[in-house]
């Protein structure tokens, strides 16, 4: 991004701590160079429409943070705190989520084309009509969880659902498997009696062999 083109971006709310909007301004001023963000409050910000590609955002507290549309293609925001943010349409390809929280984020219509989410804990959140392909989810807490008509293709898929985790519409193909929570008890699922769990719940995906080639 230009200097020329991010000075006609503006967040529409700055972080209330002065550290961040500190670090947020002077980006905003300066040109050839990522957003370091790491360890920084971002809370009461509105970056909507931001332009962070292959920003740090390592560590970064961005809890109920809008951040609607931003592009995070190729940032870092492990172990950053999700919490609740708004992340509708935003571009997460390439993106470093490990051992991010997602908890009751919202993720409608984003792109997560090769991302990296291990260790995530994304329980509650929303992911409604997200494209999560040929990406990387080993343990991540999908309980109650919404995956209605998400997109998934050729993703590890070491999840952990349960009976409010939605996934009405939700098509694609993975590698299992997928631990099923039901109450107090779990059981791993894998093969045809996953996708009979999708299935039986709405949803249309194709459990693949690991040694499977890519299409």
Do not use: C
Request: proline share 3%.
């Amino acid at each position: 991004m230009s200097s020329g083109t991010r000075k006609k971006w503006e967040p529409k709310a700055l972080p209330t701590d002065p550290e961040a909007t500190h670090r947020l301004q002077e980006w905003l001023a300066e040109d050839g160079y990522s957003l370091f963000g790491i360890e920084h409050d971002f809370r009461g910000a509105d970056l909507s429409g931001a332009d962070f590609t292959s920003s740090w955002f390592t560590q970064a507290v961005l809890a109920g943070v809008r951040l609607a549309g931003v592009s995070f293609y190729r940032a870092d925001l492990q172990s950053a705190d999700l919490t609740g943010a708004d992340l509708t349409g935003a571009d997460l390809v390439r993106a470093n989520l490990n051992e991010a929280v997602l908890r009751s984020a919202r993720l409608d219509g984003a792109d997560m084309v090769k991302a990296s989410l291990h260790g995530v804990d994304a329980s509650g959140a929303s992911f409604r009509g997200t494209r999560i392909m040929g990406a990387s989810l080993f343990r991540v807490d999908l309980r109650g969880a919404d995956l209605t008509d998400a997109v998934l293709s050729h993703n590890s898929f070491r999840v952990t659902v349960d009976d409010a985790t939605v996934v009405r519409g939700l098509t694609g193909t993975v590698f299992g498997p997928v631990t099923v929570f039901s109450g107090e008890s779990s059981r791993e699922l894998a093969g045809a009696e996953l996708e009979a769990w999708f299935g039986e719940r709405g949803g249309q995906v194709e459990v693949i062999a690991p040694d499977s080639p890519p299409e």
